[in-house]
């Protein structure tokens, strides 16, 4: 924000774009945009159609991880698109193989598997631990166990794995052999596998839910589940789409919770916005999948994996993912002061620059309300679920742009409580 500019004059101007009615015309009304719409951004920052400034808390759920235009992942992409754009799966081409190697030598894996989204690379994980399942042991060993609140993507296999019910109502009848216990809850998943655990596959875990409401696994709670893995012969997934790529202060949040999966899912924040994802496990599970088992049109683009190299190469380095630790506690600090003085959250939960503040029970169903309101203050933020608001800022974000975020929070929620408070 300019010296010359109070928190106040910086506020968006109010009205409805000529572009948001356009989407109201000519999109299919799956979704509800905001009113506001984008049009450039440079780092935290988010410009719209009007000219308005908005301070990026929201960083396109959790995937602009270096910010907008970072101009590193510009160069690396503008190289690649000089040279060559697509080939297919029926060819090979160097940048896939250069990131598979960065990833490769990152991470616990052997192999990857290249896909768009992390939806596709939920479901090759999926699919991949069925059939090492039927491979090596029998028919009926396919059962996938899954925790309430979960999300895992948009297709019909994921949304069915996840557990929101209001992802996968109404299509139909879900794929069979999926269930759900809560989430941090060590003994449901010791008695399931007392009774299903010869059946059991697989495991799919986030290790911090992010749509469902920003709550990090315990350690006992991810202990136990990598031991049951162990002795009835299921794989571990862990779903690091939303926690992955330096979010959580390691580049895979695992790391720090000291746990090896069998298979791990990875996009957002590899590409920084540029489409990709990814689905890395051990050579032995890998063998599974062998040729013409799945695939993708697709998945391993050489623009989207040169993008995503350069991004592995900034991201995993300590100036990066120390920043991320630094900036996670002054956030953190200052939300909590935020709430003592306002008396509007419960805690301040999550994990790094992934983080939920969990609204007191007055305003339990009302946490867009107070994101529609940041918005209005010039600061982008998210939900998780009806009383969580979400922030998921640049991983390069810096000291003096967290200020000034909060800055613009606090006025928010000034806002908001006002607002909320009985007339006289």
Sequence with gaps: MSPELSIAEEQPCPGTSHWRDLHDRVMMPNYAPLSMVPARGQGAWLWDDAGNRYLDFAGGIAVSALGHANPELVEALANQARKLWHVSNILTNQPALELARKLIDATFADKVFFANSGSEANEAALKLARRVAQDRHAEDKYEILAFENAFHGRTFFTVSVGGQAKY??????????????????????????????????????EPCQGEGGVTPATREFVDTIRDCCER??????????????????????????????????????????????????????????????????????????????????IINTPEILNNVDQRSEQLVAGLDDISRRYHLFTEIRGIGLLLGCVLVEQYAEKARDLMTLCNECG????????????????????????????????EAVARFVQSAEPSS
């Excluded at 109502?169 to 269930?179: C, D, K, R, T, V």
């Excluded at 809850?185 to 495991?203: I, M, N, P, T």
């Excluded at 069998?262 to 689905?279: E, N």
């Design 168 to 205: 996968s109502q109404g299509f139909g009848p879900n794929p069979p052999g999926i269930s759900h216990l809560p989430y941090n809850h060590s003994q449901a998943v010791l008695e399931w596998f007392e009774k299903h655990g010869d059946r059991a596959c697989a495991v799919i875990l």
């Design 232 to 313: 009835y012969n299921a794989l571990l997934i862990l779903d690091e789409v939303q926690t992955g790529m330096g979010r959580s202060g390691a580049l895979y949040l695992h790391e720090k919770l000291g746990v090896v999966p069998d298979i791990l899912t990875t996009a957002k924040a590899l590409g920084c916005g540029f489409p990709i994802s990814a689905t890395l496990t051990t050579d032995e599970v890998a063998e599974h999948l062998a040729v013409g088992t799945h695939g993708s049109t697709f998945g391993g683009n050489p623009m989207a994996c040169a993008v995503a190299g350069k991004v592995i190469d």
């Design 379 to 410: 600061l982008l933020t998210l939900v998780a679920g009806p009383g969580v608001l979400r922030l998921a800022p640049p991983l390069n974000i810096s000291e003096s742009e967290i200020a000034e975020g909060l800055a613009r929070m606090e």
